[in-house]
């Protein structure tokens, strides 16, 4: 089947096109609302944009043709923190998604606990396995229609000690969540690991 994107809706292209960029990464945002309460919400179009110096993006779309919550925080604070979820945290990560009233804390109603980040104002979750303080370093609206590629340097990382084997980290016991098409999730599943050699032996199966 060939399928013209210009002749369908917004919403049928967004359900097409998630359902073909799959499994995607989960940037779970908190942010700090104007009252100082932290919100906290998680972002599928996500990916690193430069290594060194390390830095994040994803998109945030628009609710009600309104800015959310997040990119209005981030553009007052200038700071945000990126989590990577594990397994025992999808429920919660999901949940955090559903439209509150401006204001409210994801986090608190969520009863999640946050501790203090080390160099932004943003806090963190406390227990997420990783947790990256961020400061914007632009946002981009690339469609035209309103949505916002937020970018932003890694200002510190924080790792559970048991994931770390030297500067890697071990998959494995991350055990991380990515999103699929609709309300879908999926967990990490089989690894693969293959030469990085020509003349390497044949990858483990």
């Not at 609709?182 to 044949?202: D, H, K, Q, R």
């Amino acid at each position: 089947m060939e399928i013209r994107s210009d002749g369908f809706k917004k919403e049928e292209i967004y359900k097409l096109i998630t359902g073909c960029v799959v499994p995607r990464p989960i940037a779970w945002v908190s942010s700090l609302n104007e009252n100082g309460s932290v919100n906290l919400a998680p972002f599928s179009t996500f990916t690193f944009v430069s290594s060194f110096p390390p830095m994040l993006g994803f998109n945030v779309g628009r609710r009600l043709d309104r800015p959310k919550d997040t990119t209005r925080n981030i553009l007052d604070i200038g700071d945000y923190v990126v989590h990577i979820a594990d397994e025992s945290m999808l429920d919660d990560m999901h949940k955090s998604s559903f439209a509150y009233p401006p204001g409210v804390s994801e986090a608190e109603v969520l009863g999640l606990q946050t501790v203090a980040s080390t160099i932004v104002r943003t806090p963190r979750l406390a227990a997420a396995p990783i947790s990256m303080e961020c400061r914007l370093t632009s946002i981009t609206d690339f469609s035209g229609n309103g949505d916002g590629f937020v970018v932003g340097e890694v200002l510190m990382f924080h790792v559970r000690d048991d994931l770390l084997d030297g500067m890697k980290i071990d998959s494995n016991k991350l055990r991380p969540v990515s999103r699929l098409a609709g309300e879908n999730y999926a967990y990490l599943g089989e690894i693969v690991s293959m030469s990085t050699s020509s003349n390497g032996p044949p990858p483990n199966r």
